[in-house]
């Protein structure tokens, strides 16, 4: 018979992609990926007006790291685009039963076109760095709706701004059965 072994406080328990957690009778993946969907508002420092914003970013993990992959599109009204960036980035992610706060940053690309009425248009292609912070509270274990904080930088453009999120977890694993394996607390004897 194994012995179970104590894992002191400021250790970590071992890594175990499949580890889940009981909620409610039914069971979630504690190691999951999500997706955020969203729409808000920017400023930019190359454009006199607001930017209206939409964006979809896939949060992955490969074992404890945390990464980001995203495509985001502002314009002078949702859905049109004067400027596409594309991101990916690592990051730090907290999750609770009712909430998921999570941080990233990394490179980003992007392209767009900047214009003035009666004048030729200017387009514009380069890198830069993308940062997103996010709080969302959670409706369900893996459904949420929360608020997500942005900055880009790059030498074409810097924009500073703010979308309201949908967040969508692929943590449920089905309803509760008489003994899961993978359950940490059903596991200590």
Known sequence: ??????????????????????????????????LTLGGGFASSSIRSRGQKVVGADFQFHIRRQHFQMGLMMSGDQFLSNNHVQGHLGWGLRKETRTANFAGFFGPAYNYGVVGVAGAPERFYRGLGA????????????????????????????????????????GAYRGVKKNYNPNVRSENAQ
């Not at 969302?136 to 924009?159: C, H, M, P, R, W």
Request: aromatic fraction near 16%; proline fraction near 4%.
């Open 1 to 34: 018979m194994s012995q179970i072994r104590e894992v002191p406080r400021d250790e970590k328990p071992p890594y175990n992609r499949k580890e889940e957690i009981l909620h409610y009778g039914k069971r979630y993946r504690i190691h999951n990926n999500y």
């Open 130 to 169: 993308y940062a997103s912070l996010q709080f969302v509270t959670k409706l369900a274990y893996d459904i949420g709706l929360g608020l997500e904080v942005f900055d880009e930088l790059s030498g074409n453009q810097n924009i500073f701004g703010f979308k309201i999120i949908a967040f969508f977890s």
